[in-house]
Nanobody, 120 residues
Framework: QVQLAESGGGLVQAGGSLRLSCAAS????????MAWYRQAPGEQRELVAR???????NYADSVKDRFTISRDNAKNTVILQMNSLKPEDTAVYYC??????????????WGQGTQVPVSS
């Protein structure tokens, strides 16, 4: 079984920084894309940032130049460094990864979510 475990969420003031971490564990052959999504109350889940296995990244326009996604392939982890946080960044943040358990078994996995409230 494969699991994604997130950590690092919590209350932060506007202008502050927070670092989210997500570690994949279990039977893993290879991890392709890793990403962070978020869902604000009453809103749809949206992509925040994505990173490919070779390090290419893309970001939502709303977080460009403030958030940075990175990964450690040796540790099967993905990090989201969030700076200059705004109240509108308030959401539940979810880790996502496309993981192959074997060379032919590929699935999309989600973490349980971590709350990031940003106070004004």
């Amino acid at each position: 079984q494969v699991q994604l475990a997130e950590s690092g969420g919590g209350l932060v003031q506007a202008g502050g920084s927070l670092r989210l971490s997500c570690a994949a564990s279990g039977r893993i052959f290879r991890i392709n894309n890793m990403a962070w999504y978020r869902q604000a109350p009453g809103e749809q889940r949206e992509l925040v940032a994505r990173i490919t296995s070779d390090g290419n990244t893309n970001y939502a326009d709303s977080v460009k130049d403030r958030f940075t996604i990175s990964r450690d392939n040796a540790k099967n982890t993905v990090i989201l460094q969030m700076n200059s946080l705004k109240p509108e960044d308030t959401a539940v943040y979810y880790c996502n990864a496309e993981i192959l358990r074997t060379i032919v078994h590929k699935n999309n996995y989600w973490g349980q979510g971590t709350q990031v409230p940003v106070s004004s």
